[in-house]
């Protein structure tokens, strides 16, 4: 099928009664470029589609609209030729990554020899012992500091878990040794109990204040109790003393004393309300800042975490560049701690990112799997070490 920006030759011919000859349209024949709307502008005919279609199908829409913007009895005979396919790109591990032209029938195989093979260091960038040295730096860098990351994302799994303890991580492997692993080891357990030890404390001191205030509160409740009785009682004799009074029968200096026990009372009762009403308001409060600092350090964990895992991918990516550099280069091997003769063969993994109208994905591809025009392959160089199992490659 054809799409935009290839590139195609039309021939436009009719048959002359009169000359007893094919007469040339020499106007509307020649080179065009599909545009990116998926049409080509004719002189006389206008817009013509042209995306996804056939050469055959492109001829014969173009003899039609021929015909009906020139009046011929009969439709013209049209040629449509492709001079130029829309290209192909090769990116990753070969020598000269970019676009190629497509032609049918063209492979993976064949498009990364179009890049130049697979990409190799010459001497100048690998072969040296001062460039060997750099690399063996590098690599063991990035190893040494990407146990170190695992073992923190260990230690920061637990933490988001909850859990009470920090138990190593099987599998670690780092360029140190073991007593490298041990002491790194040592380190996130001792940052593992302090951390762990202060949230503790802070959810221990907000939880004695919460008791603190729970005992103000069943104090303050039962010697409201109280006052509340004595109100009534006194409250029942105010009442009997305004009697009395209206009888004859007690003074009114009685009944003032009793009124006065009456206000100084509730005064009393409803300054230990208050009291009460604070010291609830105040747990709540108290209960706010702990679910706060729960999900604070939950949030902090989980963005430390996060940030731990891209670091371990982005090191580990350093590791398998810094081998691959030092496999190429005998010096490199011996700083690598790798015996000479023993480099083994590197696994090629190819990919194809294929556009459909919609988010390419990438599609496994094999050395002989053929491409189409506009296709993005991938050439993967990987170690195999780290390669993932059941991929197709060469």
């Given at each position: 099928m054809l799409g935009p920006a290839d590139q195609i030759r039309i021939r436009v011919v009719a048959w002359d009664a009169s000359k007893l000859a094919f007469a040339q349209f020499d106007e509307l024949g020649g080179d065009y470029t599909i545009g990116s709307d998926g049409t080509m502008m004719m002189p006389l005919v206008g817009s013509i589609r042209a995306a996804s279609q056939t050469e055959a199908a492109?001829?014969?829409?173009?003899?039609?609209?021929?015909?009906?913007?020139?009046?011929?009895?009969?439709?013209?005979?049209?040629a449509v030729?492709?001079?130029?396919?829309?290209?192909?790109?090769?990116l990753g591990d070969v020598m000269r990554p970019g676009s190629?032209?497509?032609?049918?029938?063209?492979?993976?195989?064949?498009?990364?020899?179009?890049?130049?093979?697979?990409?190799?260091?010459?001497?100048?960038?690998?072969?040296?012992?001062?460039?060997?040295?750099?690399?063996?730096?590098?690599?063991?860098?990035?190893?040494?500091?990407?146990a170190r990351m695992q073992l923190r994302a260990a230690r920061l799994q637990a933490e988001q878990e909850g859990q009470?303890?920090?138990?190593?991580?099987?599998?670690?492997?780092?360029?140190?040794?073991?007593?490298?692993?041990?002491?790194?080891?040592?380190?996130?357990?001792?940052?593992?109990?302090?951390r762990g030890e202060t949230l503790a404390n802070a959810l221990t001191e907000l939880a004695a204040s919460r008791k603190l205030l729970e005992t103000e509160i069943a104090a303050r409740q039962e010697k409201l109790d109280g006052l509340n009785r004595q109100i009534d009682l006194v409250r029942t004799s105010v009442g009997t003393l305004d009697t009395l009074l209206?009888?004859?029968?007690?003074?009114?200096?009685?009944?003032?004393?009793?009124?006065?026990?009456?206000?100084?009372?509730?005064?009393?009762?409803?300054?230990?309300?208050?009291?009460?009403?604070?010291?609830?308001?105040q747990i709540s409060e108290l209960n706010r800042n702990k679910d706060d600092l729960i999900s604070t350090r939950r949030l902090e964990v989980l963005r430390e975490l996060q940030a731990t895992e891209a670091e371990i991918e982005r090191l580990m990516n350093r590791e398998?560049?810094?081998?691959?550099?030092?496999?190429?280069?005998?010096?490199?091997?011996?700083?690598?701690?790798?015996a000479p003769g023993s480099k083994p063969v590197s696994i090629i993994r190819y990919q194809i990112l294929r556009g459909d109208g919609s988010e390419p994905s990438p599609q496994p591809a094999g050395?002989?799997?053929?491409?189409?025009?506009?296709?993005?392959?991938?050439?993967?160089?990987?170690?195999?070490l780290v390669a993932p199992a059941g991929i197709e490659g060469g």
């Open positions: 492109l001829a014969a829409a173009v003899s039609s609209a021929v015909q009906q913007h020139t009046g011929l009895s009969q439709p013209p005979s049209t030729s492709i001079l130029k396919y829309r290209p192909v790109y090769v190629y032209d497509f032609r049918p029938g063209l492979t993976a195989l064949q498009a990364v020899a179009l890049a130049g093979g697979l990409y190799r260091l010459n001497g100048e960038e690998g072969g040296d012992l001062i460039a060997a040295i750099r690399t063996s730096g590098t690599y063991r860098e990035a190893g040494l500091t990407r009470d303890t920090f138990p190593r991580p099987e599998g670690l492997s780092s360029p140190g040794g073991e007593a490298a692993l041990a002491a790194m080891f040592e380190q996130e357990k001792i940052l593992f109990a302090s209206k009888r004859g029968l007690s003074r009114s200096q009685s009944l003032v004393l009793a009124q006065q026990t009456l206000i100084d009372l509730e005064a009393r009762a409803l300054d230990n309300e208050t009291g009460i009403f604070k010291a609830q308001q398998v560049v810094s081998r691959r550099i030092l496999r190429e280069s005998g010096a490199g091997a011996l700083l690598a701690g790798e050395r002989a799997t053929a491409l189409q025009p506009l296709d993005v392959l991938e050439v993967i160089l990987e170690d195999p």
